[in-house]
């Protein structure tokens, strides 16, 4: 994700994602967003807009103080926990329920094993009219998973699994199309080559919507 040795990257990156997917989800006076894995808040931030509420959850607690110290904006909360905990996380600090989430470079991290149990818990903290935005890298032609990976860019070991396209759609049916969702639009994040960085892996995203 950091790419220390590309800042520039970064930026632009930030900068067309953001530009593609923000319109998508259509914030207005009556959001109520949802960012899971929100890190240090990079969302927060490109929502500039007067929005009902924001909620951060991630379970880095050194990156949620940075979120906190980074934003200080009245409606704005972030919260410590795991994405797999995540309506006990919010029923714990009161919260009720979102009609958009992101879920931004988060499947990726959790477990086949865990996932049906994710999206069923987020299902039950979606509004009956929801919007959902997942941005994730994606297997190319196949799975790849990285265990125990030793990475330069981050110089420590790093896991990830990178699900094709129709793997994450068979979890998708399970835990959200079966709960009245669908998918509203889908594609390839990035159009540029320069961006697209990676052989094996692009990024995708899926807006859904109910
Ligand atoms: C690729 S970063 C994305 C951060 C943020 N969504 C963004 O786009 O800037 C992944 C984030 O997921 C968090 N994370 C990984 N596994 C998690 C889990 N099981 N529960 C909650 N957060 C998790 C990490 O701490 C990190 O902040």
Redesign the pocket.
Known sequence: ?YQDDHPELVRERNKKEIEKLKPMLAVDQDTKLL??????G??ADAITENIKEYCG????GE?IKIANERNNRENFYFYE????DIASVLSEHKKGTYNTV?L???L???NDKDLDGFLEQLEHVCDQHAKICI?EPIGLQDRLTLKDFYSNELDDEYHAIYRTRDELMKFLNVGLIKKGFHIEKEGFLFEEDALNNRKETAQYFFILER
């Open positions: 994700m960012d899971v894995a929100c890190g240090i990079r969302w959850v991630d379970f880095s990156l926990g795991a994405a797999t992101l931004i470079g988060i990726m991290y959790v941005r």
